[in-house]
């Protein structure tokens, strides 16, 4: 608790340790365990990262969180920042994860090896303090056969939620009917998706075709892959179908979405002809019903974007602990207050990630 308010953290990380997937992935697989320098068998799982960019990262990480990188940002470390935050629920992502299970040239059957070798370390990791390390599951998308599966067995572990890339996996938009079983039975059992982009993966990403700085690259992916994927949801009538499902979009910002709202109502008053089978009311109105958005305290137009979309599909994510994670993350979301109401940042902070994750 931080100023009177209860706080989920709806989008931190894990560093994952680099030994951890030796030991975890099962035996047929321990040959392609991710070395030191993040490559399998001599491949590097990142695109486009320069010396530069490593560096100065892994300084800032270490300036940030000192006493989190010498204990190799254990559980233990994990918890004690987020009490310093003053946040009293953490849904935990991945970090090497992000760009490991989004190789589009990896065979199906080694992203299910670490996939399942993440989700039974990070059921480890949680395990040390479970009221406030809440596990986010990773699906192996390379493989829609093995999605239902792998779900049921996160259920298991009393999770609430799993997350996916929003980019296309071989060729799959997440509307492909390939996953349509996934998407039934997270309705069904009530489990949150949260869309999260990570730049310089090997997947297709929006921009990393046209620009080589991270600079211009994490200013598009994240956004715009996240655009793409509401698009995605709502012209292959995934949301249509499944109206009880829950889909946040971590990670991004909020600014986009007044717009992007606006303009697929455009296309849909004058092209609804076209896509009426999968669509059967605004766009704007399926993410109003079902989806969620997290905010960055620091955008200035907070308040408009309220009177837009209103107040019941907003979340918080601090980011910790990446390299553009602010220590400060926290307490600026609570003194949003000098702008929003205490209701609202109520909202934000609590109401709507505990609807969006379905605690009770």
Request: aromatic share 12%; with cysteine.
């Amino acid at each position: 608790m931080l100023n009177g308010y209860k706080i989920i953290d709806a989008d931190s990380h894990v560093y994952e340790p680099n030994d951890m997937w030796e030991k975890y992935l099962e035996p047929a697989f321990k040959s392609f365990a991710l070395s030191l320098d993040y490559k399998i068998q001599g491949e590097e799982i990142y695109l486009k990262i320069s010396d530069r960019v490593r560096s100065e990262g892994a300084k800032r990480v270490t300036q940030t969180h000192p006493i989190s990188v010498l204990t190799g940002f254990d559980s233990e470390s994990h918890v004690q920042a987020m009490k310093q935050m003053g946040v009293d629920i953490s849904f935990v992502y991945p970090t090497i994860g992000l760009w490991l299970f989004a190789i589009d040239t990896m065979t199906p059957q080694l992203a299910g090896a670490f996939t399942r070798a993440y989700n039974n370390w990070l059921k480890d990791f949680c395990s040390y303090d479970p009221e406030i390390l809440r596990g986010v599951g990773a699906i192996n998308l390379h493989a829609p056969e093995e999605m239902v599966p792998e779900l049921l067995r996160i259920v298991d572990f009393g999770w609430k939620g799993v997350f996916l890339r929003p980019n296309p996996v071989k060729g799959r938009l997440l509307s492909d009917p390939a996953y349509e079983p996934f998407w039934t039975k997270c309705e069904e059992l009530g489990i949150a998706v949260g869309l999260h982009e990570g730049t310089h993966s090997r997947l297709p990403t929006t921009g990393a075709d046209r620009f080589n700085t991270r600079f211009a690259m994490h200013a598009c992916s994240h956004p715009m892959e996240q655009m793409m994927a509401l698009l995605t949801l709502i012209e292959g009538g995934v949301l249509e179908r499944h109206s009880q499902l829950k889909v946040g979009f971590l990670e991004s910002g909020c600014g986009w979405l007044p717009y992007w709202l606006w303009r697929l109502d455009e296309e849909y008053e004058n092209l609804y002809w076209e896509i009426k089978h999968n669509v059967k009311m605004k766009p704007s109105e399926y993410f109003r019903r079902q989806c969620f958005i997290s905010i960055e305290p620091s955008e200035p137009y907070l308040a408009e974007i309220i009177q837009y979309i209103g107040s019941d599909n907003l979340i918080f994510g601090s980011d910790y602990p990446h390299m553009d994670h602010n220590v400060d993350v926290v307490e600026k979301a609570t003194a949003l207050q000098e702008q929003l109401s205490m209701k609202t940042v109520q909202k934000i902070l609590w109401d709507n990630p505990a609807r969006f994750y379905g605690l009770e």
